[in-house]
């Protein structure tokens, strides 16, 4: 299983190089009026398709006995979806006044304002063997609050960069997001044992889809003559990302681990995964619908593009450190209980 996960993510890391590639070679495909038609293949069907694909994956039923850790969700909720945006905007504020690419930091902004992965975390969480019943629900609730905070986060940091206006931004976000999402829930009730019996690929489709959305992106970003990309702030950027990711996972562990935290070694392991992943597959189409018509809307989405391998690329590499960890002190729990 793991393998097949592994191989998975390697084959949507090349799909991104190509969807790049491809846009770069021939744009006039995706561009909006072009072929594909993607002010309507991509703006609803795509990302309908996506979050309908989420409500019939989510796995909310087995979310119940999670529930109790009240104070163990509060922590990532909070971290991720308000400590972790206001952190960032206030770092931008110092690198404002670099020459790194104005766009490029507004997509850094954006990385904060994201919600949890479905995915990763729990994927990362359970390879240590941390709490991970707090993991799926930290990460499916995350999601579910995500659709609403992420885009009023979005709108309250950068604004409305597009000729939408405010009330349009949220009812297409209702109908392409909030809808599907609500109507795989209830297609999943009916059909809950054939889904557990097939195991359908949840994971590959909505992989396909968002490498379309990409694609179309990016060729909006090269049928346009006026947008230059200088090679150092992408590595600034690139360099920026690595640094947040390690000093926001070593923030959640020291909070965490804190004598009267009350967090249990397997809840801190949940804790910085859960709390310093970023969701592309949310993110994307959200940044789509919110800057929807925006010439730079590609380059916003970079910083996205980039923090998503990083995150699972530094999170696979720490995964033995972690776990040795997390073992070394569940023994020394045990060592310390008094015997009767």
Partial sequence: MRLLERMRKDWFMVGIVLAIAGAKLEPSIGVNGGPLKPEITVSY???????????????????????????????????????????IWLFLQLLSIT????????????????PPPVSSAVILTKAVGGNEAAAIFNSAFGSFLGIVITPLLLLLFLGSSSSVPF?????QLFMTVVVPLIIGQIVRRY????????????????????????????????????????????VLILFIIFSIQLSFMLLTFIFSTRNNSGFTPADTVAII???????????????????AGHEHLSLISVPLL????AQILLGSVLVPTIKSWMVSRQKGVKLTRPTV
């Fill in 45 to 87: 069907i795509a990302v309908a398709t996506i979050f309908f694909n989420s409500g019939l994956s989510l796995k909310t039923e087995e979310l119940t006995s999670a529930l109790v850790h009240l104070k163990l969700h509060l922590f990532i909720q909070i971290f991720t979806l308000a400590f972790f945006p206001a952190a």
């Fill in 99 to 114: 020459p790194i690419n104005e766009w490029l930091l507004k997509g850094l902004q954006t990385v904060g304002c994201m």
């Fill in 167 to 171: 009330t349009s931004i949220f009812s």
């Fill in 191 to 234: 059909i809950k044992d054939w889904l557990e019996r097939k195991k359908p690929p949840f994971g590959a489709i909505s992989s396909s889809v968002l490498l379309m959305i990409i694609y179309t992106t990016f060729c909006d970003t090269f049928s346009n003559p006026n947008i230059d990309l200088d090679k150092f702030s992408l």
């Fill in 273 to 291: 995964f859960c709390s310093t992943h970023k969701s592309l597959t949310l993110g994307i189409p959200m940044l789509k619908i919110v800057f």
């Fill in 306 to 309: 980039i923090y998503h391998p």
